[in-house]
């Protein structure tokens, strides 16, 4: 129970380092602006200091590729190590990656992919930002977007509640800051205040359900709550049967359904998107987004898995249902909503509403079978894909207001023919998100898809299918108000009173990368794919001990086709052990991690569990960590 | 020239023409024109290399199934499916590579007498409207660079051997037709134009569906065997597989895909490329897409983007799923019979001559659904083999004299401004070689013996008179009905006498160019339908009626259980899975 | 422990001042109000942590930071929102010169 402080590897600070790197870089924005802020006018300063805060990210993907290239390294050479590294820190990340301080946070390819993605995209941000001046507090400004992104770094890494309420805590409250921070315009306070009303009102709901349910299992560790929740028997799992379990889960969804901006509780996400300066508003939808959806995974796909579908119903007592109708209804509601906007930012808030209902699909898929680390792996991919596109759609809308002062889809009349290029490039941005091939929101979400009807369950199978065809429709109606951006750009007119002028490095750099990320991974999402699954299966593997080092990403096969796979639903049909218990299945499932870990397994302790495995493998560890502690007394 | 080189091209060189015209800085109008121009005509050429290597006598003019099974992926070292194998040497018209081999998906292109027929009929068809677009005026580049696009994807769609690669085609085909109607259409062309994307779009999903059913389905039997999968050996065939002709293999051989999911799979392909075809009750679109669509881009809608939803049927939906084709068989039969009669009839009370056509396409597809669905394959399945062959022939012939009609409409409409049926009239004097160019493509259009679309009427009243007396009986009506509105159609635009539209030029010589291949088709197809069209293309006609009829002799016992009882003698022709299929040989034979 | 204050009073208690709070957030219009009943949520679910570290035995496996950690934790972060809704307020009340969160509807839709 008490933690040994000593225990504490320093050394663990070295994974750390992208983070660090950008909270230490926050104080020195702060303070140069400080230096600067009486000798320079306010868009001078904006240049200056926005340069200065690239500067910070580069570092920050410098420290994190580094990072991975030392994991490798020094795991790749057994014999003899790097002369440049200290022999001490050779032997340490020679060791797989895993947990670090003392579990609390994860260190691995998962933490390190995500890591170079934020950092990227928040440069995309930063330089977005740089585009127009709609503050004067740019030390303040620049240097909350990186402590966000700090916030969001950590939070996709956290291995347990204390800390994921913390970092989820770090992230938004930077961000409902950053919301406020247009002073000339009414709604942007307004929707900052809204923002924050509503976050915080989840945020102390979430906070409420994570007390219960650290009541009911006594633990904060994700992998101990799984442990304690699939060692007490199946009556007593779920929703039902248990009141203090149930209003645990559904507050924490509702928690989650904040964050992600899920119908029923999606209200803030118009307002604020729209209230909120244009790169603020790409962050809310992207990194946020893409930290929360890890988060929610990690909690629902490893922590509260065992009250998936604890009957094996998917309509039963869990939380598999409950996910599986908030995302049909997020989809619809979120498409249809859509429909009627006629303000750019707010269209689209509503469609990335939609984009969450999408990829709670993939989160219900995840969690009926032994394939959850593809489904999960899915899901990544998905968000990646959507992330960089919406970075572009945002980026368009900051070119509106830079230039028009409104931002409404009518203010991009005639752009087509103004800028064909840009507008060629926000066509494919808007293609992909719509889904139409060949780009990468189509395969993206065809993928997701996909793993979603694969999943060998045969009772969840039909709603998974249903849910399918519901995205799939959704994805037709979604067509139609993204098709109203492309009827503007090159069917209309050029028309108001003030015309957009050129739209310069900072807006052009975002929507450039977002349609060559569009194009390439809609081509070849192959590598994307398998570094996703690869990241999947170590965010939902335990890392209380060591698990799959950056090693996995490189060398993990993403699959081979499906020669492997069980003969599927005909062949494993309505038995009450379904899949879950099938140890056929979970050997099968076993045997995959294995192979992602191929490099890793050498140094693999032997308390590494696939999430997956069976309760029976679970009680039996657990167990045998009871009879040492009763040694202990 | 590798089979990976020409189909690849075939896609490709559009592709890179499209490039080469947003290369042009946008002056230069006049370059633009002719870079597409060139690029179109090479595709053409392509196009007839292909051609001429199908009809000799290399390896390219065996069966599909025989020459996928030399174009094998083989597993490398660590069991991914990378490495091609093209053993059978060049020549074969298949080029099969790995795309995305976690899901099976591959880059898979190949050739046979189908998709060769309507490839060709492209090529010819984009050469046409390439030329047909000379006078288009508002931003030229951009409209050569969508043209080319369009002109790739369909190509890609008729190339592709994979599901996915066909679905990612079929869809990157949708946005060129938007902007082209949406842009250089007529007064209403936004909302066209979204209706015809939105249409196609919920189309697509319910072939994306289908598509994904047969991905996943687990199968109705076990120890089903895959004929001709990926990897060239036999081994038990467990779904995830986009591969069209394993697929069909399986679908028709083996009883992996019941009657059940046979039935789902054959109904979600039948909207999906009913809508494109289009058919009763999903054809809106249509007449407002021709009637504000620019006049080649009318050509090509209906010249080759309706054959889309035809070849899709024949190649996907009947194939895929012939226990669930046959088992939807008189409802669709049913359905394309009131297509024609509805077209036609919807026709005549046209007052728009555009529209008129559009309507007259309807129709005409009905014969198309018609043909394929008059499955009488337990008694006298040879008669199928009639029904599928004139409705490929109709495809055939309809893009001909379709995309003729259009441009036609399209020239009177350069000149008179207008459409209206009751305001021309007397052209006849006025432009006697439009006329004369007009009366043949119309006559043909309308099934005048001894042009092209006879022979595709035909066949199909043929068919559906062993099908159903009933449905052949209304279809042949339908012939009557067409002879009207087109017979009335011709007297209220060339007969009598107009001082309106006196002084009108006839046709210049960028005109006569587009419209004499195909006058001369439209002959040449009447005449000669055996030795132009149907001696290559119903062979592999042939495959698809054996491999549908073999499906449901084997495979549907109830429906042979139930034939049984009032006709027992099923005729011995059909049984024998032989290289080249008798009934095919012996239909086109028998003209 | 046993002679204790049984654990259920404590879940009572804080149910019952989170529901409080959470009334609170759904009832009262002025901005500062509804920052309270936050505040007095965030406290509720503390007073939970606090009383299950105190009364529940941890299992093999738990993480080096129990409830109790975490309610220190709250504490500060709920101090950090106090000041930002603050701050946000200020903010509102300046541009509409009103509390009232009713009245900040310059967006709908």
Redesign the interface.
Known sequence: ?D?NLSNVDFRDFWQLAPATVLSVWGLVVLLADLALAGRMSAPARRRAIGWLTLAGVALALLAAAGLIQVQQLAKAETQGTPGWLSPSLAEYFSRAGGAIF???LSADLQTGVLNVLFIIMLGLVVWQSMAWSFTEDWGEYFALVTWATVGMMLLAASE????L??TL?TMT?CL??TT?FEKTR??S??????Y??YG??S???F??G???L??L?????F??IR??LASTGPAARGLSGNVTGATALLLMLVGFGFKIAAVPFHQWA??AY??APAPVTAWIATGSKLASFVALMKVFLHALQPWSHPSNELLGPGWLGVIAIVSAVTMTYGNFAAL??R?FK?MLAYSSIANAGYMLVGVAAASVSTRGAEAAGSVLFYLVVYAFANIGAFAVAAWLVRDKKTDDIDDLNGL??QS?LLAICILVLM?SLIG???FAG?FGK??M??EA??QQHAKAWPTLMGL??LG??N??VS??YY?RV??AM??REPGGSRRLGLAGGSIEIPIVIGTLVAIFFGIY??RL??VMQGAAVSMLTTT?STSGGFASMISA???????P?P?????APASPKSTRLDPEQAKKYADRMKKAEAQAKALASPGAQPKNAPPGEAKDA?AK??E??QEDQ | MSDNLLLTSLWLLPLIGMVGVLAVPRRSEAAIKYLALAATIITFVVTLIALGLYVGDGPSSAPLQDRVIHNVLQKDGSGALTIADESAGEGDLVVRRSWIPYFNIQYYLGLDGISLSLVVLTGLISVLACLASWNITKQVKGYYALFLLLVASMMGVFVSLDLFLFYVFFEVMLLPMYFLIGIWGGPDREYAAIKFLLYTLFGSVFILVAVLILFFWSGDTTGAQSLYNATGQVQPFTGHSFDIVELTGVATKTGYYGLGIQSWVFVLFLIGFLIKLPSFPFHTWLPDAHVEAPTPISMILAGILLKIGGYGLIRLAWPLAPLGAHYWAYFVAALGVFSILYGALVAMAQTDFKKLVAYSSVSHMGYVTLGLAAMNLLTSPQYYAYGVNGAMFMMLAHGITSAGMFFLVGVIYDRAHTRDLNKLGGLNNIMPLYGAISYVIFFGSMGLPGLCGFVAEFFVVVAAFNYSKLLAVLAATAVVLTAGYILWTLQRVFLGRSETWKGLPDMDLREIVVAVPLVVLTIAMGVFPNTLVLSWVSPSVGEMVNSVVTAARELNVSAIRTVEKTAPRIPDSISAPSTRPAVASRASGSL | MASDIPLNWFLYFAAASFSIGLVGVLVRRNAIAVLMAIEIMLNAANVNLVAFWRYRNAPPGAGPLPGVILALFVITVAAAEVAVGIGMILLCYRRWRAADVDRYDSMSG
């Open positions: 129970m933690p003392l579990g609390t347990e509640l204390v800390t309420f913390l805590e409250i409902y800051l406020a009414r709604r306070a307004e929707g900052g205040l809204k924050f009303v915080s009102v945020s102390a709901l906070l409420f994570l007390s219960l650290y009541g299992t006594g633990t904060t560790q992998e101990s442990e304690v118009p307002d729209e209230g009627v906007q303000n707010r087509g023919m064909p293609l139409i091939p060949p189509f065809l993928y898809f996909m009807i694969n399918v065809a799939l429709m994805s037709v067509a139609f098709v492309l009827k090159f069917l999402p192959g794919m398998s209380t096969p993403s699959g081979t086709g499906y020669a796979l003969p599927a639903m005909a062949s657990l960590k009871a040492a502690q």
